[in-house]
């Protein structure tokens, strides 16, 4: 147990107090429990005790952060198509090789690209006073010295499709929808929309340029970026997110004008851009099966970030993760049985084109992916794991599950979807196991300026690689390959 002593305070909290028998050491040479749970782990047999020793051997570096440190400061943001992001890609090429990978080589990947230049937002009446925002990604630009407007509040999308459009023409749809915190990120899913197809729907009301509430749970002076759609049906208008606080002046001063003949209007000026595509770059790092090299566990993550942060959360800590668990098994005396594939993805957020590109390169050996497992979502820790096998698979998940069970990670249903860059692959029968992260303050920091190392949980760093290097392990190692459900 002295590794225990070497623990993160949080972690050697959590496992002192654990009143469960499956404690680091226990869980590697289960003995028989009332309820058969340990019959799982032991039908493991030395594949368990070895992911055991790989999940506690995790717990004890701090390698991720040091993966995760060296690419915020060496590299910085790295939107798709920037000169940050051409460095990331040589930056992570020359880090695999240096963490001893196999195998270690990049697949081109043309992306789009998009310059944000600067947004100027201010109340011009009746309350004078500038405001923060930033434009959503892909946004046209306003007219040469901005644009100034009444604002149109509404709190929903709905809303912006019950507006007369007499009452919308030529003016800013403001669409005030507050995005809900819960640790599982669901409000995101509820909030997004707005973000996404707010300047679609506000188009098609007759408005001339849109802005929304920051999608996010801080009420920090900062805006909240992401990508957003047109259509070729409207009229594309320009598109921007205000901070939280600045979310709330406006409405406040909308509801303080109601009713008065005062009427509040914003002057809103985005120098936005589109510049020719420009070539990025997946990543890819392999540690070579020893058996059936063939097939292979994809381990995903993304390379590029938002412009306005580090991306240090969002997703340096998720190729950190990745990177680390795979290294960690390339350190084994000996190769699991599949090869592991850590892909670090180009250009996630601004439309998936690394994950396409991945999808079309290797349509070959779709069907030789016998496991995917996904990083993008911070460092919050670990609480739960969902699989998407074949029903006759479950005992093994259910083993895997008991060697996470120290962690302080619950099993959970097995309808995992993976997260974005998985996405073209799941349709096609990809195995998926999915480690679900606490979420509770990832939406503080995301897409924003506040994404930075400081924002990074470092027990919770470490607490996923100990959870992704169980996962991973096992899916290369055991003995019958993972297979999708059959529906
Ligand atoms: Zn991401």
Redesign the pocket.
């Known amino acids: 147990m002295s590794s225990l002593l070497r623990l993160p305070l949080g972690f050697r909290s959590f496992l002192l107090a654990a009143t469960a028998s499956c404690l680091l050491v226990a869980c590697s040479t289960p003995s028989p429990s009332p309820d058969g749970s340990a019959a799982h782990a032991a039908a493991l047999g030395t594949m368990g005790a070895t992911a055991a020793e790989l999940r506690d051997t995790a717990l004890d570096n701090n390698r991720a952060y040091e993966f995760l440190e060296s690419l915020v400061v060496e590299v910085g943001p790295r939107f798709a198509g920037t000169e940050g992001d051409r460095r990331a890609v040589v930056w992570a090429e020359a880090k695999l090789r240096e963490l001893g990978f196999d195998r270690v080589y990049t697949e081109p990947v043309t992306v789009p690209a998009w310059v944000r230049g600067t947004a100027v937002a201010e109340i011009v009446s009746p309350y004078p006073q500038p405001m923060v925002a930033a434009a959503l990604g892909g946004s046209v630009a306003t007219p040469p010295g901005g644009l100034t407007a009444e604002v149109v509040r509404v709190t929903s999308l709905d809303e912006v499709d019950n507006l007369a459009e007499e009452e919308t023409r030529g003016k800013i749809v403001f669409i005030d929808q507050r995005m809900e915190r819960h640790r599982d990120g669901s409000g995101y899913g509820q909030t997004v929309p707005i973000r996404s197809l707010g300047a679609i729907r506000a188009a098609q009301r007759g408005a001339a340029a849109v802005l929304i509430r920051s999608v996010g749970t801080d009420d920090d002076r900062i805006a909240h970026t992401g990508a957003m759609r047109y259509s070729d049906e409207v009229t594309q208008i320009p598109a921007a997110a205000l901070s939280n606080p600045d979310a709330d002046t406006l409405a406040l001063a909308i509801e303080r004008a109601a009713g008065t003949d005062r009427k509040v209007t914003v002057h809103l000026e985005l120098t936005t851009r589109r510049d020719p595509d420009q070539q990025s770059a997946n990543v890819i790092g392999e540690v070579l099966g020893r058996e059936k090299p063939e097939e292979i566990v994809l381990l995903a993550c ?1 390379l590029d970030s938002w412009d306005l942060g580090q991306g240090a959360v ?2 340096g800590a ?1 190729c950190a993760i990745v990177t680390e668990a795979a290294r960690l098994i390339a350190q084994l005396p000996e190769r699991p049985r599949r090869t592991l594939r850590v892909v670090l993805f180009a250009n ?2 601004f439309g998936l084109s690394g994950a396409r590109a991945y999808a079309e390169t290797h349509a070959e050996e779709i069907s030789l992916h016998v496991g995917g497992m996904e990083a ?1 979502f911070g460092a919050g820790s670990v609480w739960a794991f969902e699989s998407r096998v074949d029903e006759d698979q479950l005992p093994a998940i259910e083993a895997i599950a008991e060697l996470l069970a120290p962690l302080g990670i619950e099993q959970g249903g097995n309808e995992s979807r993976g997260g974005a860059d998985l996405s073209p692959l799941r349709p096609q029968g990809l195995p998926i196991f999915g480690l679900y992260q606490d979420g509770t303050t990832y939406f503080d920091v995301h897409h924003t300026m506040n994404d930075t190392l400081a924002a990074v949980d470092r027990e919770g760093l470490t607490q996923n690689v100990a959870a992704y290097v169980t996962v991973a392990y096992c899916v290369a190692e055991i003995e019958e390959p993972f297979r999708a459900p059959a529906n």
């Open positions: 993304h969002d997703d998720g996630e957020e993008d």
